[in-house]
């Protein structure tokens, strides 16, 4: 306890006070295997011009996306990005990921965090949105746990075809708090609907697609929604990429009551996978069953535009049981940069980082099609991914094209499909990085 100033004196009595000799004894409840028993180790102190070339020499062994051709996606894209938004989110003022507490203090962070939720309804086509939440995959979560609280049935029932690090984050959620999760497997790469028909009934809360799905492939979402609704109190819960939406039918045309999706292609860095930020939006007669909390305008007492926090059901304000979440972050700084990259990027910029995307992504589909050995692993419709075949283990191709410099894609193997891979092409690939990509794969495959 080398930071807390407390004597060696005052520690034997705090130790005492509670019943205990020493310290060790009040690790007895962890497995000896997991304390570590070995003196701690450390290196002499160094200067901070030798810890910054320290630091400089491990940051100099990763390859960044600027630096290679990257088609990583299953989540987390490689969008491009224009340098005002860390221009503009790098502000002292603005520079914080933690929640405004005292907030009405904070009128200009609650504006943005009101303009963020208006773009976010903007995009979805929903009535309300929160202030955002971790990620994705929690945002989806507590969809759940929203529709649960909606309904009072405990029933979810998920779609095979979502990313299956969200299922885990799902299944950490509702563990104990039994809600029954009824998974419906993937036909062709897609749901199976009739699967799904067959799985609903009065008992379930709500039905999680995603679409595009982890496959990068776009469900029947308007033959989805009359099997939903067909249940009598069952929600669409419908997970989106926000930047297929500029392109795509919105959420609210296929009627999804409730709408989450990862926001980190909205103005943030993969950043080695995070951090990221969710969103969430549904329909005003959702509102209060809404997790998180809200920005709302009001005028003050002058009768000047004022905002503030409102529809909050949060432990700190009620009681713990009633609370609709217990998120205190709401990832702010991330949702910031989604903000100021969707007020720069426009209703047209997006739509075109959409066409831009999908295009290129099937030109570079049927390009890899015509390499011996490869095919599409799926027939269904696809966004800006998708799953091709291979003709030797996805881990080969991938090691083999790290030496060139390319990064070749997710090897689904991982997640149980053998010789597969999964493609993610965005607006910032040219025609050369997609050519030579399709180049290389015909070398390595020849071996």
Do not use: W
């Not at 507590?142 to 885990?168: C, D, G, H, S």
């Not at 799985?199 to 469900?219: H, M, R, S, W, Y």
């Not at 989604?338 to 295009?359: D, F, I, N, R």
């Amino acid at each position: 306890m080398p930071f807390i100033s407390n004597t060696d004196k005052e520690r034997k009595e705090m130790l005492a006070a509670i019943g205990v000799k020493k310290f060790e004894e009040l690790l007895k409840d962890i497995p000896g295997k997991f304390i570590h028993q070995e003196p701690c180790c450390l290196e002499n102190p160094l200067s901070e011009l030798e810890i910054t070339s320290r630091i400089n020499e491990l940051v100099s062994r990763n390859i960044s996306t600027d630096d290679a051709n990257s088609f990583l996606g299953a989540g987390v894209y490689d969008h491009f990005i224009p340098a005002a938004v860390d221009s503009i989110i790098s502000r002292p003022e603005f520079l914080t990921a933690y929640t405004p507490y005292q907030a009405e203090v904070s009128q200009g962070t609650l504006q943005y965090i009101y303009e963020y939720q208006t773009l976010i309804c903007e995009l979805t086509g929903m009535e309300i949105s929160n202030a955002g939440m971790y990620d994705g995959a929690s945002a989806a979560a507590e969809a759940i746990l929203m529709a649960v609280r909606k309904t009072k049935k405990f029933k979810a029932i998920i779609a095979e075809t979502i990313n299956p690090l969200y299922l885990q984050v799902i299944k950490a959620y509702t563990e104990g708090v039994e809600i029954e999760l009824v998974m419906v497997p993937e036909k062709n790469g897609l749901v199976d609907l009739k699967i799904l028909k067959d799985k609903l009934d009065d008992e379930t809360a709500c039905v999680l697609i995603q679409t595009p799905n982890f496959f990068g492939n776009l469900e029947d979402v308007f033959a989805i929604e009359p099997i939903v609704h067909s249940s009598k109190k069952a929600l669409f819960i419908a997970c989106v990429d926000p930047l297929s939406l500029p392109l795509l039918n919105s959420p609210a045309e296929y009627k999804a009551d409730i709408v989450v999706g990862e926001g980190q292609s909205l103005g943030n860095f993969q950043s080695f996978g995070g951090p990221l930020f969710g969103f969430l939006a549904t329909s005003l007669s959702l509102a209060r069953t809404m997790p998180g909390r809200i920005v709302g305008a009001s005028l003050d007492s002058d009768g000047n535009k004022a905002y503030c926090l409102t529809l909050q059901a949060r432990e700190q304000h009620i009681r713990r049981v009633k609370a609709t979440s217990n998120i205190c972050s709401n990832q702010a700084l991330c949702n910031l940069a989604a903000t100021v990259y969707m007020c720069l990027m426009g209703k047209q910029g997006l739509k075109e980082v959409s066409e831009q995307s999908t295009t290129k992504a099937h030109y570079l589909a049927e390009k890899i099609c015509k390499v011996d050995g490869f095919s599409m692993a799926f027939d269904a419709p696809f966004f800006k991914e998708f799953a091709i075949k291979t003709p030797i283990p996805a881990s080969k191709i991938i090691q083999k094209l790290k030496h060139k410099n390319i990064f070749a894609g997710i090897n689904m193997k991982q997640f149980g499909y053998e010789n597969m891979l999964l493609v993610a092409v965005t607006e910032k690939k040219r025609k050369c990085d997609l050519d030579g990509f399709v180049n290389s794969l015909k070398e390595v495959s020849n071996v």
